[in-house]
């Protein structure tokens, strides 16, 4: 079983028997259990799930909590004022409406990397009306995808080949173009020290929220709306030194409490 860095999710290699395959499963299995507990009530009232429109990517995994519909969730962001709401989402980067993709808001898509997500993000920008959508990329941090989370970020980068210095490996200086999975990271300074990422928003999520499609889709509109808003989100930086270093669960709880405030809650997903 191998984890690539960039990649957000886990592959079998191809000559696994089936014995190793169901301990894969009950491996992944056990990671969701550990990773979150999902108090599933907590966004059900429509007041709730408007608030958690707002919120921006802090919030998915909340809605990946909730049993509410497609179509609440999408009159959610409607009424929170969203400029993308959920059925943009749908109809842009799958090509279907929420009455197609039914109660599952399954469509068969699998979100592979960042790279595969960047360039839905940016289709659904791009049908917005934003002038520059092909500078906003979705990146990640994947060093605790062992431990079930991951950090992810929407960032806006104006240079399709950057020259920076590796996070894990302080003295390598590595050259990167939209073909890296090394690019779907992201970079405070290049390095010559220049200015590089401006990070629009950011989340620390438990990675069973990648289980279900219409998590993913909620995930992008929630990063597509904080582009909208023209958000900044310079606390990041600490956020990524701290989980590098294996913070992550304390970043996870801290993000989890300023996001229950914000939406009334008592609870969120870190327990």
Known sequence: MSIERNITFIKIKSGADM??????????????LYSCFYPVEIIEGGYIIEKGASQGMSSVSYFAATHASLKSINDAFIKAGSKVNLADTYRIVYGKSLKEVGASGDTGYKFISMKDGTYRCQELLKEKKLPDARNYILTSINTEIPKGYILVAVVYRPHDTIRVIDKYDHTAVKTFTKEDLGFYEPYRLDANGNALDTIVDWAGVPMNIFNQQKHRAVMLTLAANKVFENAIRDDYWIAEQRWIVGQYGAVCEEQDQKTCNMMGLKKGFVQ
């Open 19 to 32: 014995k190793k395959r169901l301990l894969f499963f009950c491996l992944l299995f056990v990671s969701s």
